[in-house]
């Protein structure tokens, strides 16, 4: 008697696939699958893996390929990519088993982590050009007609406007996805960065007294802030209003560097608040991810997190949190009562 044979499992797009990822320095140091491809990390290079079931999951080309796609440049020797991605997708291994599910919420994840590299590109961008330009002021090296009380030409960062635009859009996109990744969790339903109604949700479900409802809530003031900044320059209005000015003159013809003020704040330089605000943003996103995966009611095993101490953080993958076990929760609910 003969076993059947599936047919449709030996078309030519279900054999053996062997590839071999070119660029970059050293191996493959770790993965994440997402929704419709995995990436694959070297220290300085990320690639985006494609298979046939990927690229046509309803089967209809016999002979469909595998893709691959390389982002040179970063990896997950990047601190922005070992955070949002590895070390995230450690923590909702924790709880999520659904791969469906887990794949969407490191799909919003890696779109967090896109968003904040573009903002990291622009904030390193801005802070290169405003330091350049200091130190030729320091050395006296803007040209002032003393005769004519004219300095010509005058030091500008280049298209500055348009990279704080591109900064605080990008700002705000990071935080409504990282909402669609409590929305998972929480099977909430809020859809952009309101951060106030997840609070509302949080004290609803466990209560004022709970350690990520008062986070959060602590949280809040900086986020509206970082959002008012891209809505006052998207929409300004009498209330809310963002003045964005370049190098300029002030009292006694000392040169200013480039300052941004938010109505009823007070006015900040630009190259160091866009270091601060990304810096947050990836220190907000990963203890974001981390509470929604500890919090759940749905955690059989209790964990507690532990921090890394920089000096002991892998070069080639610098994640800052971990989970462990917490043994001592573990003896008292397995310990026999009398």
């Known amino acids: 008697m003969h076993k059947k044979t599936d047919v449709t499992k030996n ?37 985006q893996v494609q298979s046939p079931e ?40 924790i709880l999520i088993h659904d791969e469906k599910k887990m794949n969407k919420i490191m799909h919003y994840m890696r779109q967090c982590k896109e968003l904040l590299l573009i903002c990291d590109a622009i904030s390193k961008e801005v802070s290169c050009d405003v330091q350049k330009i200091s130190k030729q002021i320091d050395r006296k090296e803007i040209h002032y007609d003393r005769r004519m009380r004219v300095f010509n030409p005058f030091p500008q960062v280049n298209e500055l406007e348009d990279k704080c635009i ?14 669609e990744v409590f929305n998972i969790f929480y099977d909430g ?14 004290n609803n479900k466990h209560g004022n007294d709970h350690a990520f409802f008062l986070w959060v809530k602590d949280n809040q003031a900086t986020i509206k802030y970082i959002v008012d900044l891209r809505n006052a320059q998207e929409h300004p209005k009498d209330s809310l209003h963002l003045e964005i000015k370049n190098f300029s003159v002030a009292n006694g013809n000392k040169i200013t560097s480039p300052i941004w003020k938010l109505m009823g704040c007070r006015e900040q330089h630009i190259d160091e608040e866009m270091k601060t605000i990304t810096n947050y943003l990836l ?56």
């Open 11 to 47: 078309l030519p797009r279900h054999s053996a696939c062997s590839i071999e990822l070119k660029g970059g320095a050293g191996g493959i140091v770790n993965m994440c699958p997402c929704i419709g491809f995995v990436e694959i990390y070297k220290v300085d290079m990320t690639f």
């Open 54 to 93: 990927d690229l046509d999951p309803e089967e209809t080309d016999p002979n469909m390929s595998w893709v691959v796609k390389s982002m040179p440049g970063v990896g997950c020797g990047n601190e922005i990519v070992a955070r949002l991605m590895v070390q995230s997708r450690t923590f909702v291994e």
């Open 283 to 338: 220190e907000f996103a990963e203890l974001f991810l981390i509470f929604c995966a500890i919090s759940s009611e749905k955690l059989g095993i209790l964990y507690v997190v532990v921090e890394i101490p920089e000096a002991q953080r892998n070069k080639e993958c610098p994640v800052r949190y971990q989970p462990e076990i917490d043994r001592s929760k573990l003896l008292i609910l397995n310990t026999p009562k009398e």
């Open 166 to 179: 591109r900064f605080l859009t990008n700002s705000k996109n990071f935080l409504q996805s990282l909402a």
């Open 189 to 202: 339903n809020c859809h952009g960065p309101h951060f106030h109604k997840i609070c509302e949700i949080l």
